[in-house]
C-alpha cells in the first residue's frame, strides 16, 4: 500500500517473541516495576503522614502509617493503577516497556500499528501479571500470548535498527 508507514513497511520481516526473550522482558519489567511499588508507596505513606498531622486522621496507639495503608483495601487499588499507568502509558505511547526496549521487542497491533486505549486496557486486564506469556509455550505456530489474542495485538522480536528507530522516533 501507498499510504503505509515505516512501521507497517517492516511489519512483515518482525518475527513473534519467543517465550524466553519474553521472560528475560518481563524479569527486567519487573524489577522496574518493584521500583515504581516502592516510590509510590512512599508517596502515600508521606500523604498518609500528612493526613496525621493536620488531623484529618487519627490513627489508633498501636498502628502505623505503612499498617494503617496497608487496612484499606484502596491501597492496594492505588498501586495496581500505578502498575497499570505504567505499563499501559508504555505499551500505547510506543509499545515497548524499558524491559522489552532493552530486549527489543515491540507490541503492535496485528497490522503494526499502535495499540488503541481499548486494546490497551483489554492487555492490561487479561495479562495476569505476565503468566499469560506461558501461554507462548504451547502455541508453537503463532508464538502468541493470552493477552495477545484477547486484545488482537502481537509481540515481535525488532532488529536492531528498528528498535534504534522506534527509539528515537518516539523521543
Not at 508507514?5 to 524479569?27: D, I
Not at 527486567?28 to 521500583?35: Q, T
Not at 484477547?150 to 528498535?163: I, M, P
Amino acid at each position: 500500500m501507498a499510504n503505509d508507514s515505516p512501521a507497517q513497511k517492516l511489519h512483515a520481516s518482525f518475527p513473534s517473541a519467543g517465550f524466553f526473550r519474553r521472560f528475560a522482558a518481563w524479569v527486567y519489567d519487573f524489577l522496574v516495576a518493584v521500583a515504581i511499588v516502592m516510590l509510590a508507596s512512599g508517596i502515600a505513606l508521606g500523604f498518609a503522614a500528612l493526613l496525621t498531622a493536620t488531623g484529618v486522621v487519627t490513627l489508633p496507639a498501636d498502628m502505623d502509617h505503612a499498617a494503617w495503608l496497608n487496612s484499606s483495601p484502596l491501597y492496594g487499588v492505588y498501586l495496581l493503577l500505578v502498575l497499570a499507568g505504567f505499563f499501559g502509558w508504555f505499551w500505547r505511547r510506543s509499545g515497548q516497556t524499558l524491559g522489552m526496549r532493552a530486549w527489543r521487542l515491540k507490541v503492535q497491533q496485528r497490522d503494526g500499528s499502535r495499540l488503541t486505549r481499548k486494546q490497551t486496557l483489554i492487555r492490561l486486564l487479561t495479562c495476569l501479571f505476565g503468566l499469560g506469556n506461558l501461554w507462548v509455550l504451547v502455541d508453537f505456530k503463532h508464538r502468541r500470548a493470552w493477552h495477545d489474542y484477547a486484545a488482537g495485538t502481537e509481540l515481535v522480536t525488532l532488529s536492531k535498527e528498528a528498535n534504534q528507530l522506534y527509539y528515537w522516533k518516539e523521543l
